[in-house]
């Protein structure tokens, strides 16, 4: 019988990396779904709608709230974000890992609907590397940017109630250790001992 896959949570301050370390962590990984989360923000250059987010307006936004569409949905700094929950399931009961790129409130509501996710919380090495790499991404307004650094120094704090925390200095360490404990997590007694029962 085909096993249901994981949730596993990405939170981390905004410019920390998380889309860089993920993009890398994708490449050539059939068996991970990326959760497209819809937002009410901006695209940003580059950015495609249906791959990176779904861009919707407020209306819509509420419309999938009333139509008990999302999983979690959050607002972060000025703008709301939410991942559909039917694509996220779709994809566990085809055996693929769902990874959900979302903030800390709205990882509190995934976790309290279903405690077995695994948070894994994605931190800068320095908090001056931090504002180096939000101000080079040059896609965020300098007043934007402070609000996404004032919001970081309250995310720090929550790291402590994740299950990992990886330190992304450079991409290829942090991609490591994310797959390290994606491979970890399969290795957890209560799924190897029903594999070892279906022998
Ligand atoms: P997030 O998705 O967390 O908001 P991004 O992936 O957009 O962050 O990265 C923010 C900026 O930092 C980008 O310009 C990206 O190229 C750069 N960056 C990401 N990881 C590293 C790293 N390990 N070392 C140096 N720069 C990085
Ligand atoms: P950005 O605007 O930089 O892409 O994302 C801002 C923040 O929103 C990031 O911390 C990101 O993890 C978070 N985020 C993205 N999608 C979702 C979502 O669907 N739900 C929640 N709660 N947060 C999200």
């Not at 559909?84 to 509190?108: F, S, T």
């Not at 896609?139 to 330190?167: M, W």
């Not at 997590?185 to 190897?192: G, N, S």
């Amino acid at each position: 019988m085909k096993k249901n896959g994981k949730t596993f949570i990405i939170s981390g301050p905004s410019g920390v990396g998380k889309s860089t370390v993920l993009a890398a962590l994708f490449q050539g990984r059939e068996d991970l779904y990326f959760s497209v989360s819809a937002t009410t923000r901006d695209p940003r250059p580059g950015e495609i709608d249906g791959k990176d987010y779904h861009f919707i307006t407020a209306d819509a936004f509420r419309a999938m709230i009333g139509e008990d569409a999302f999983l979690e949905y959050a607002e972060y700094v000025g703008n709301f974000y939410g991942t559909p929950k039917k694509y996220v399931d779709e994809a566990m009961a085809q055996g693929k890992d769902a990874i959900l790129d979302i903030e800390i409130q709205g990882a509190n509501q995934v976790c309290a609907k279903r405690p077995e996710t695994v948070r894994i919380f994605i931190a800068p090495p320095s908090w001056e590397e931090l504002e180096r790499r939000l101000t080079a991404r040059g896609t965020d307004s300098p007043e934007k940017i402070q609000k996404r650094l004032l919001r970081a120094k309250v995310e720090l704090e929550s790291a402590r109630c994740y299950d990992y925390l990886v330190i992304n200095d450079t991409v290829e360490a942090a991609v490591d250790e994310l797959r390290a404990i994606l491979q970890a997590e399969h290795c957890r007694p209560a799924e190897r001992i029903e594999q070892l029962a279906e022998n």
